[in-house]
């Protein structure tokens, strides 16, 4: 018995480190990794496990801790200061599509409880992967990317009235929609009992663990309040995500929620995992080629049935044509929620696996797309914005006040790096213009009377707008790394004599920097610690000039073959 656990385990360790892997060298996202190792290992692959209680209780367990850590990032005050993106753009998008899907099915005679529960699969997009990718494109702080990662996150909000739902039906053949609402109701009511009564109950015992100084009595507590929650909620008749979702935003209130964070993710990344694997392990990749037509119908559902819906949606909200088109086609694919409700829905008998099975492949498949299409979302955009000639008022503001400067340096970004060079550059009298695209920071630079302008510096149109042909010097001052080698490409273009430092976290990219053009490279890390390393020479008593040759040497070293580049 032992043997065979520690052998399954094995397996399921060694299957998801080897896909994980792979396709992260890809720079796929991991959960079509775990989905993979599932279907290689499981009873439609080489068969070498089969789902049994052990895997299933673990699968369950990944499944709180999943929605805990949504609840910990998800805070009322925040939503409600977001209302019109989060509830009004979020609740229009899921509503209409799960209409645009559960309509034809129920006219096609499917059960209706089917219908909602394909409709609400088909609403779902991956946080997680649309989350990464324009964390990785720099377009976090774009329009679309604040509009698209507002939606998502009334995505995840909508899951737990979808468990509700499935987890009522599934206890019952039949459901009175007076009971529907009775349960519906208590969920409602547990969120508001959680924000009333057990925020300062958690906030007091986290912050009578605190004063023990235990790291282990921490985790222990966090560990507990996640899993008593989850059990409380589970006797009160709801299902188990839901009540470590309400844990998990009522810690998410208080000031432990980034230590809670950090000290639960690793249980739940391992757990999750495990959860993503049992899905793959009940997927049959026969039906690929015995139903190929209904898989390829369900692909063109999420890829291009949900983005017209989108389209729709956010062109009813006033946005631009092309700020709607980005915005579909960052969210038209399959989300894990999607994968979540299928699968539990077929677990509990509820939607037969003829039904379920090629909605569940095709919406792995477009996971599995889903970053190619992000990354391509502003080639789109382009091509269907009729009002692309027209200047934008960004570019407006820019143009006024880049009036009359010639000669002048052009800084991008003022975050914290940024905010100090300028205070520089202001103290010695130097003309120059901040462009910053998040507004957040746009606003914090305006407040301490930099001289900033709000737009994005990775479009060429802005950087025109800047004078960058007139440009002494182009400073940048974030490391996404397609942005900084687009906006060094076109300063290089329209300016060749422009002198441009980059500055960065770490060392890895600096050779990329100065291949796209880069005139000097800045490591913050290499920086940091060189200057920390002068300091420790000198406290032990050697003088400056001893100190500085050292280090200067040590500089040298580094990165030879950029010695000239490097700016430390």
Not at 344 to 366: D, F, H, K, R, S
Request: some cysteine; hydrophobic content about 55%.
């Amino acid at each position: 018995m032992h043997d065979a656990l520690l052998t399954q385990s094995l397996l399921l360790v060694l299957a998801s480190a080897l896909a994980v892997g792979v396709f992260a060298a890809w720079g796929m996202p991991a959960v079509m990794g775990y989905l993979v190792a599932g279907v290689a290992i499981g009873p439609y692959g080489l068969d070498m496990i089969a789902a049994g209680e052990e895997t299933r209780f673990l699968a369950e367990l990944g499944l709180v801790f999943l929605m805990f850590m949504v609840g910990l990032e998800f805070s009322p005050s925040t939503l409600l200061a977001a209302r019109y993106d989060v509830l009004l753009a979020g609740g229009l998008q899921v509503g209409a599509t799960m209409a645009a899907v559960a309509g034809p099915l129920w006219l096609l005679g499917l059960d209706p409880r089917l219908c909602v529960l394909l409709g609400g699969a088909v609403a779902m997009s991956s946080t997680a992967i649309a989350g990464k990718q324009l964390a990785e494109q720099g377009e976090l702080g774009t329009q679309h990317g604040r509009r698209a990662i507002s939606i998502l996150l009334f995505q995840d909000l909508a899951t737990i009235p979808l468990l509700v739902l499935l987890d009522s039906w599934a206890r019952q053949d039949s459901v009175t929609p007076l009971g529907l609402a009775g349960r519906l109701g208590l969920a409602a009511l547990a969120l508001a009992a959680a924000a009333v009564i057990s925020r300062p109950v958690v906030r007091a015992l986290f912050a009578g663990v605190v004063k023990s100084r235990s790291n282990d009595l921490f985790l222990l507590a966090a560990l507990l309040v996640a899993l008593g929650a989850a059990y409380l909620v589970h006797l009160a008749g709801l299902a188990l995500p839901v009540g470590a979702f309400i844990a998990g935003m009522v810690i998410g209130e208080s000031d432990f929620r980034h230590r809670v964070d950090d000290d639960i993710r690793p249980f739940r990344d391992v757990l999750v995992g495990l959860f993503f694997v049992t899905i793959g392990m009940s997927l049959d990749p026969r039906l690929i080629l015995e139903h190929p037509a209904t898989i390829l119908a369900w692909m063109a559902v999420f890829l291009v049935g949900k983005p017209i819906v989108i389209l729709g949606v956010c062109l009813l909200l006033g946005r631009s044509f092309a700020t709607s088109v980005r915005i579909a086609l960052i969210l038209g694919h399959g989300g894990e929620f999607g994968l979540l409700l299928l699968t539990l829905a077929m677990t509990t008998g509820l939607m037969p696996p003829a039904i379920g099975q090629p909605v569940l492949i095709a919406l792995a498949l477009t996971m599995g797309l889903a970053p190619l299409i992000i990354q391509r979302n502003a080639i789109f955009g382009r091509l269907f914005d009729r009002r692309r000639r027209r200047m934008t008022a960004d570019e407006a503001a820019i143009r006024e006040a880049t009036g009359g400067l010639d000669g002048h340096i052009v800084l991008c970004g003022c975050g914290r790096v940024g905010r100090l060079v300028a205070t520089a550059l202001e103290a010695a009298k130097l003309p120059h213009l901040l462009i910053e695209a998040d507004h957040a920071r746009f606003k914090e630079a305006q407040r301490l009377g930099h001289k900033v302008v709000h737009g994005d510096a990775g479009h060429h149109r802005i950087l025109a707008a800047a004078g960058i042909a007139n440009v002494k010097l182009v400073i940048i001052t974030f490391d996404h790394r397609p942005v900084v080698e687009r906006i060094l490409a076109f300063a290089r273009g329209r300016n060749p004599s422009i002198a441009c430092i980059v500055s960065t976290n770490d060392d890895r990219d600096m050779a990329d920097f100065v291949q796209a053009g880069a005139s000097v490279v800045f490591p913050e890390n290499l920086a940091a610690g060189l200057g920390l390393a002068d300091q420790a020479l000198l406290v032990s008593g050697l003088t400056q000039e001893e100190a500085g040759r050292l280090v200067t040497a040590l500089r040298a070293e580094l990165s030879p073959e950029l010695r000239d580049r490097v700016g430390i």
